[in-house]
């Protein structure tokens, strides 16, 4: 993968993402301990904006939008129709800093 990011990645942005990579493994361990646990998100209190890229092209992405929304009891869904998966900080950050203002100032 290191090599592949050589290819790919400007310095900087190879530099990021490799500072990153400890906290990438903590939060994939997270996901998988919690696995099929999903149910237990009802009990979270707080006010939550889901959101997502809809071209993920990936049926597990609104699948888990879809049962995410359904349990949170005090949540919306907001998809963005033009981005990915790394369209918050690679393609529009303003948009989706924008849907998220509008989020909180309601």
């Known amino acids: 993968m290191k090599l592949l990011l050589l290819l790919f990645l400007n310095v ?8 990153l990579l400890p906290e990438n493994l903590r939060e994939h361990q ?7 646990s999903y149910e237990h998100y009802q009990e979270i209190p707080a006010n939550v904006l889901l959101m997502y890229g809809g071209k993920s092209n990936s049926t597990w992405v609104d699948m ?17 129709p033009k981005l990915d998966h790394f369209g918050i900080d690679k393609k529009a950050p303003q948009e989706v800093a924008r849907a998220v203002s509008v989020y909180f100032l309601k």
């Open 64 to 80: 888990s939008m879809e049962r995410l929304a359904a349990v949170l009891p005090r949540s919306e869904t907001k998809e963005f």
């Open 30 to 36: 997270e996901v998988a301990r919690l696995d099929s």
């Open 12 to 19: 900087h942005e190879r530099k990021q993402m490799l500072n």
